[in-house]
């Protein structure tokens, strides 16, 4: 059995991913929990969530784009060439945005007092709340350059494991402010917790690191690999700017709304989130180096395989997921949230948000993996041009309709989940013809066929378990569901299920059975 330290294959590594964010996701769901407790849809959680927006802009716009955009690619492609071009890239890279990112945060740090009053539309004291929740946070930009920066030179050499556990640890560091301090300094407490997270998520890459005899020594070696990385790094960073600047503007625009707007839009996206993540975000990540490795090795072939295995892996969990999400919405926020400084006026707010913004996962989840695709393939402008008409349809959504209050948030966002990822899939279907497109579309309707039959066993268990607690219908819905979904696809033999939990030798026992 292969050491979850050292390189493990796309499965394995998506499967290890999946349980990660899984266990990330249930430490995040904890943290809201103990955040809703303490402060509701509060100005207080306003203000806590508003406070991230510009150190996440910042870090998007400054380190996120250039470190996702090109160094896993051009770093493989110079360790094929060079080791010690490779380190002499990754140390060049390393020192030159950490103290771009360092100077750039300080500067910010100086004028954020008098760019906030821009936006946010807001009495005076809640505007000085967040200035100072903001200059706090703006320490984290620095931490996560340095921890991603390490964090994609592991995942060149495929070593999962920091990376699965490392969001583990920043959502542990916001439990423990809020634990043993929010007593004391109130929402301040998360804040600084967040701080400490990303000294976690630093470290744990930091210790994984240390296996790959590379070092981190500050060294400038201004070379064409340097440069190319910057290069592809630009529309990457154009990508991200454009989705920040997306939550920016619900940002503003809920400033105009009722109290508590941003806190529910915030919540529901966290909780839409654990999908996304689970299965977009883990496959495509698994995904990366395998596409990048065959597309370098010119294995066409190879690479389409990689990229259909993934994208119907993706789809064979989100679509359910998703039906399964809306239908107990409600229950979700009821037996999540439901509880201290949170009421059932919450509660609607909410659900209203997450019933819309959850038809967004599978469209989302394909998105990471066919920007990936186009990533391996050296290609940063369409999915840049991608989050360009995301912004824009979500943006307009959202103006068109301000009276609908949080709902117009989950809305929004679908819609410009939708556009863009049928934008990406037309470029790189157009791009790459070969693609085993009907194979594709054969697994779609096989998976969408199954997960409605699936969402009438739903239905019908929520309906005889009306007079039960909320609990247990909201963990009955999620078992039922799951066991009729898993257990109809190891009937049909789904191949899907195959690579994602190891199913390949029952799978040909069977056949040869047969």
């Given at each position: 059995m292969k050491p979850f330290f050292g390189p493990l294959g796309a499965g394995a590594g998506a499967l290890l991913l999946l349980l990660a964010n899984l266990l990330s996701y249930g430490v995040g769901l904890f943290r809201d929990i103990l955040?809703?407790?303490h402060f509701g849809t509060s100005l207080k959680?306003?203000?806590?969530?508003?406070?991230?927006?510009?150190?996440d802009f910042l870090f998007s716009f400054l380190a996120m784009g250039f470190i996702s955009g090109g160094l896993l690619s051009v770093f493989h492609s110079s360790e094929q060439k060079n080791s010690f071009l490779a380190e002499d890239v990754f140390r060049s890279f390393l020192t030159l945005l950490s103290f771009f990112v360092a100077v750039v945060s300080a500067l910010?740090?100086?004028?954020?007092p008098f760019l906030l009053p821009f936006?946010?539309?807001m009495e005076q004291d809640q505007i000085e709340q967040i200035t100072h929740l903001t200059r706090i946070l703006l320490l984290s930009p620095f931490l996560f350059c340095l921890s991603n920066t390490i964090g994609m030179i592991l995942l060149a050499r495929k070593h999962f494991l920091s990376m699965a556990l490392s969001p583990v640890l920043y959502n542990i560091g916001i439990i423990g402010g809020i634990l043993f301090f929010s007593e004391s300094i109130g929402i301040y407490a998360a804040v600084w917790g967040a701080v400490f997270g990303a000294l976690l998520h630093l470290g744990s890459r930091l210790i994984d690191f240390r296996s790959l005899n590379l070092s981190l020594l500050p060294k400038i070696s201004f070379s064409p690999e340097l440069k190319s990385i910057f290069l592809l790094g630009i529309p990457k960073t154009l990508g991200l700017i454009f989705f920040q600047a997306t939550l920016f503007v619900f940002a503003v625009f809920a400033s105009k709304m009722p109290e508590g707007s941003l806190s529910a839009w915030n919540l529901a996206r966290n909780i839409q989130s654990l999908p996304v993540s689970l299965f977009g975000v883990a496959f495509a990540t698994a995904a990366l180096p395998f596409l990048s490795g065959f597309?370098?090795?010119?294995?066409?072939?190879?690479f389409q395989r990689r990229l259909l295995k993934s994208a119907s892996q993706i789809l064979f969990f989100t679509l359910p997921a998703t039906i399964?999400?809306?239908l107990v919405a409600n229950i979700v926020v009821e037996a999540l949230f439901e509880r201290g400084s949170f009421d059932e006026h919450s509660r609607i707010l909410v659900t209203s948000v997450l019933v819309g913004v959850a038809i967004a996962t599978p469209f989302e989840s394909l998105t990471h993996l066919f920007s990936r695709a186009f990533l391996a393939q050296k290609n940063t402008l369409f999915p840049a041009l991608g989050k360009f008409l995301f912004f824009v349809v979500a943006v307009l959504v959202v103006r068109f309709d301000l009276k609908?209050?949080?709902a117009i948030f989950g809305v929004a966002f679908t819609s410009g989940a939708i556009a863009e990822c049928f934008f990406l899939m037309t470029l790189f279907l157009r791009k790459n013809p070969s693609l085993f497109l009907r194979d594709f579309l054969l697994r779609v309707l096989r998976i969408g066929a199954l997960s409605l039959f699936d969402a009438l066993v739903v239905m019908s268990f929520l309906m005889v378990s009306g007079d039960f607690s909320v609990f247990f219908r909201l963990l009955g819905g999620i078992v039922v569901g799951g066991s009729f979904f898993i257990g109809g696809a190891l009937w049909l033999r789904f191949p899907e299920m195959e690579e994602v939990f190891f199913f390949a030798k029952w799978r040909n026992t069977t056949q040869k059975k047969h």
């Open positions: 955040l809703t407790n959680a306003d203000a806590f969530f508003s406070a991230f927006v510009l150190p910010f740090f100086c004028i954020t936006f946010f539309e597309f370098t090795e010119k294995k066409e072939e190879a399964g999400l809306v609908s209050g949080a």
